[in-house]
């Protein structure tokens, strides 16, 4: 047991790290460094499981700083612990440009960073699917390889966001025994009390999701260490309320808003130190401070030693797929023979089916061969086609499942799936419908920062959806996700571009996907060859008869509708090709020449895409038809919908001569 | 009190108006409206105070379907109480084009629908809206003019979204005693039962947000009245969880997720009609239930009278404003003046400040012209400045003020926003950082699709807010907003063009927009003239010296860097123009040839955005240069960032030198 009085000293080098660094910033969050800076020394100091030897160790215990303003105190903490990158001179160079300390915390930016947290909620969210990824690791290579926690830091913010019920919601039905949130109560939002915009009673309010619950003096360390060895030993997932002030220490701002983001000031800053007896100049750690530190840095080395001792017992074979898929490294052969399968089974049958269905049967053939995939649905497991034949559902008691039944919670799940991603071992995909992408964009749009390989497959993608009419109808979907930077956007046209894309989308390490499938059934249009062409992005599927007067470009269930305007062109004598385009993102990134020779020469260009035009133009340039939507959908038949707003191979027809007219 | 025996028939005549409409159009959702048909018989023929007459009326009860999947559930009821356009024609249209019976409830489609709903939480928390519309209205006009409650039918769907808990905890903070959700508790969803996704007590969970709670069997009238009376009677809003089956009454399908969304086939019906003593053929209605709905149809006529002679009382001037708030229209002259003062004011002192400090200025002088104005910040008041002088909070006891705390809850914010609107007599609008309108994204779309007027002011515009880094700068969210239909995304550039925007938002009745502000200094680039230039769109700002070689086009924070490009170019005797766009969405709607006048004529077109590309090309053409960004964004002070990503004058100047070598 440490002493308090050593405890204080480590915590207070937190402290002062934290004001020192946004004092020479002149910009960040001192308070929750200030605030948390008892419960982190406890955590990293006494409980954790680490070695900053080897960040990376998969048996660390996980921390996420859900509240990643506050990331001054991971970045001291890193620094004390010796985690080598985290210098003195990189605390100097908070949010500068280029520093491994940016102004929140960048997972891959800074090792020693499990995930980028900023956004609110997210960081909950996602040590959610960590401590799933946890658990469902265990369960395939045993607790002698997998045993660790995942704990987290959260501030009253990340509680008020919806995403944080998805969360506690999903842990505490899945008794996600070894995660522990360590809510940062100090009562203060930036616009002043809480209380100003919320009365909850979080205890009552995770407690009514199973979760052990209790509050604590988050500045005692002896109470602080006691909750958390109580919280490892339950059964379910721990919430403990760690009542603190904000700004702890600082005179005449602690307990107010204004020590939240704003620097303390040169006066403040003395009589901080004053009052919490730090005599050290800034950015300088007295030595009984650092002395505990590098104590606490020793103590994850005979865990580490332990665990290499028990994997070096593993039988080779186990070993090796342990490590493969903690590599992230795909069992090529394996995948590249199911792959190759479907496409053949497509073509041997002529499937037609929507491409959801072509998701499911290649799903059915990858999850075999990839059988670190790890599926779901956001209960709409029977239309998403999701879930393969023989996936087991992951519950409460039993991890070896392979699919999530992730109710109602898209937000929650694609977070979830990003802490599944970044815990390593495991691929994870799961479905919704393309226009509830909308609910879960925050989380899609951090795991391409992260260049994280989740891969989300959006069904019913377009008006074809029909009758359930424009709440459910996506139209901006495709453009507002193709937005998103380092997003693969796929959208197939068959069976064969299906299995195609899903190979794209699993050989993707350090991207997310989205796979945009139809809920109607569409022709096989493809032969099998065994290129993947959809790696193209955009590829020639028919050629003119003849020197082609017009290109067609389409996507998704708009390629066969193009086939179709191409036999009545040239019909009419018009010789017209058709390329299709599942990726505007691996088209636009090809060299221009390549790009040039896709596009071709034809007079007359269209494009074809039962959405908005926004995001076309990069592709087939201004002054190309689009045959498209310009507004919402409508409640009808399929069909009528298609007709009634005018997306029909004579609606292409027509822009086809027209242009060519014009040309 | 109805008997049980009539009750029943009344609520079977909702069950097989739905199970028909359903198996006519094929498609659709008889799950629900079989399992709620006895809440909401009790609900509308006992409890809500609404005229069929007047579906109108503003002091009418609301009811909101969240689960908007069960919508014949309301369209039977529309035609049973005599909602003129519901007849039993459009009940046999159901879910075809055109017809009035969409697949999902659209308030813009059928009168006596108060809200789109479908995707889930939405309504929830869009009648939290409501029921604080009621509360402010009331506070404005008395209790006499304005003392309704608002019924929400929500389903486990609906309690799974985080949104829902968001809602939960702004309800039961605010005390929105007239606020009364009735949960179709009844444990299965798409996948199955709910216990394969969740486990959470939400009586507990509604408790721990302050709300009453009660559980009722779902289907027995003399429980749902006495739980619907108490639920009245508190000071809280009330949770009355309602013990359901599913697909209530059929043999084979009650109570399993089969019924939820498909038609039960003729076999099935027929089992049913058998099993409810229904001998009515399809689509008819019983005299006993028709006469039953005919008198619950008569009931509030008299309250809507005392209502009419208690207005009549109103002093004049107070019911025309009452009257005016309610129709939408705005105070035009104090408008109109108040925003002309703003303008003298940015010109007499040559304001040098951020577009969201503009935007305070503005809101200083018109939240005093247009008193019907609600404002608010997901918890960032200070940084979006979104609180006029003299903004007084609403609280739990006092709904006088005109500034909500909503928490740091931007999706349950912007979703009470709408439900602000749909009651009617405000005009809401708040604020968050630009990147978080991913997080209220699926309630402003469906703003978007409703037509409502609801402002989002969204700060921190830009990799302009600096060291906090890419998880908070927006650089795809430009386009992401622009994607949305019916979407007005504002970008102003001024303290001039912000004073403007707010004009034109304001003055779109019928649809919502996104104000896109900065956070640096930005310097006054307009001279203040009567007309509002940004009602064009887009306007040639400064004028080239000559025949102008070179177009610059920008928006926002970019406007000053092209006025800065311009002055270098034109030292280099190349004739520059340079002109603002405000709102692609007003300038795409101008006539071809007004557009073409201002693009001109300029061999060079340079456009200018701190942000990707996409969307620009609608503008300015495939053939224009580009400056702005083209992934994530970094840590630094902002001065840093726009050198590092290249959008400086100089950039642009390159751009447009190469321009016009190439053209």
């Known amino acids: 047991m440490m002493t308090r009085s050593l405890h204080a000293r480590m915590a207070n080098a937190i402290r002062f790290l934290a004001i020192d660094a946004v004092e020479a910033a002149n910009s960040g969050h001192p308070g929750l460094p200030m605030g948390a800076a008892d419960i982190a020394t406890v955590l990293f100091s006494q409980v954790m499981k680490f070695d900053p030897a080897d960040p990376k160790w998969p048996d660390r215990d996980r921390f996420v700083l859900s509240a990643g303003h506050g990331s001054m105190l991971l970045y001291a903490l890193l620094h004390l612990l010796g985690y080598e990158a985290v210098t003195i001179e990189e605390l100097k160079r908070f949010r500068q440009f280029g520093s491994l300390t940016p102004g929140h915390p960048e997972n891959f930016v800074t090792t020693g960073i499990e995930t980028t947290t900023g956004p609110l909620g997210q960081g909950l969210a996602t040590a959610v699917g960590m401590a799933m990824g946890e658990r469902l690791m265990a369960a395939r290579f045993g607790s002698g390889a997998v045993d660790h926690f995942t704990y987290v830091l959260a501030s009253d913010g990340d509680l008020m966001e919806g995403i944080s019920q998805e969360a506690v919601e999903l842990a505490g039905h899945l008794k996600l025994a070894k995660l522990i949130v360590m809510w940062d109560d100090n009562r203060i939002s930036i616009d002043g009390a809480t209380s100003l915009s919320g009365s ?358 708009e390629v066969a509708l193009a086939v179709e305007a191409q036999a009545l062109l040239e019909t009419q004598g018009v010789a017209t090709r058709v390329v299709s385009v599942p990726s505007f993102e691996l088209f636009l990134a090809r060299p221009p020449e390549e790009r040039a020779r896709v596009i071709g020469t034809a007079r007359a260009r269209v494009g074809i895409e039962a959405a908005i035009r926004m995001g076309w133009d990069a592709v087939i340039g201004s002054d190309a038809a689009f045959i498209g939507m310009t507004g919402f959908g409508a409640s009808a038949p399929a069909k009528e919908l298609f007709a009634h707003f005018g997306i029909t191979p004579q609606a292409v027809v027509e822009a086809a001569l027209s242009q060519l007219r014009q040309a």
Not at 287 to 309: H, L, P, S, V, Y
């Open 200 to 557: 909850t009673d979080q205890l009552a309010r995770f407690q009514a999701s199973g979760w052990d619950v209790v509050r604590i003096d988050g500045h005692d360390p002896d109470a602080i260490r006691a909750a958390l060895e109580a919280a490892r030993a339950t059964g379910t997932p721990s919430l403990i309320a760690c009542r603190t002030t904000i700004g702890f220490g600082s005179p005449a701002k602690a307990g107010s808003e204004k020590v939240h983001g704003a620097p303390l000031g040169a006066a403040e800053i003395a009589a901080t130190r004053a009052a919490l007896g730090w005599e050290a100049g800034a950015f300088e750690i007295p030595e009984d401070a650092a002395a505990g530190w590098n104590a606490a840095a020793q103590k994850g080395a005979a865990a580490r030693a332990a665990w290499i001792a028990r994997m070096a017992e593993m039988p080779a074979a186990e070993r090796d797929e342990f490590e493969r898929r903690l590599r992230g490294d795909l069992p090529a052969a394996a995948l590249a023979e199911a792959v190759a399968g479907v496409k053949a089974k497509a073509v041997a049958e002529r499937l037609v089916v929507a491409t959801r269905k072509s998701s499911e049967i290649t799903l059915d053939a990858i999850t075999k061969a990839v059988p670190e995939m790890i599926g779901g649905s956001a209960d709409l497991t029977g239309s998403n086609n999701t879930r393969a034949k023989g996936q087991k559902a992951v519950t409460p008691d039993d991890f070896s499942g392979t699919f999530v039944h992730w109710g109602v919670r898209e937000h929650g799940m694609a977070a979830a799936m990003n802490g599944l991603a970044l815990h390593g071992g495991l691929i994870p995909y799961s479905g919704t419908f393309l226009v509830f992408s909308d609910y879960s964009r925050p989380a899609i749009r951090l795991a391409s920062l992260m260049g994280e390989r989740v891969i989300h497959v959006l069904t019913h993608d377009s008006i074809g959806l029909g009758e359930d009419g424009p709440t459910h109808q996506p139209v901006e979907h495709l453009a507002a996700l193709r937005a998103i930077p380092n997003l693969l956007v796929l959208r197939p046209c068959d069976t064969i571009e299906t299995a195609e894309c899903w190979e794209i989308a699993l050989r993707a390490k350090d991207r997310p996907s989205a796979l945009i499938l139809s809920r109607q059934n569409l022709p096989l249009l493809r032969d099998a060859d065994a290129a993947n062409r959809c790696a193209e992005g955009a590829y020639e599927l028919r050629s003119a008869d003849g020197a082609a007067q017009v290109s067609l470009f389409a996507t998704g269930s």
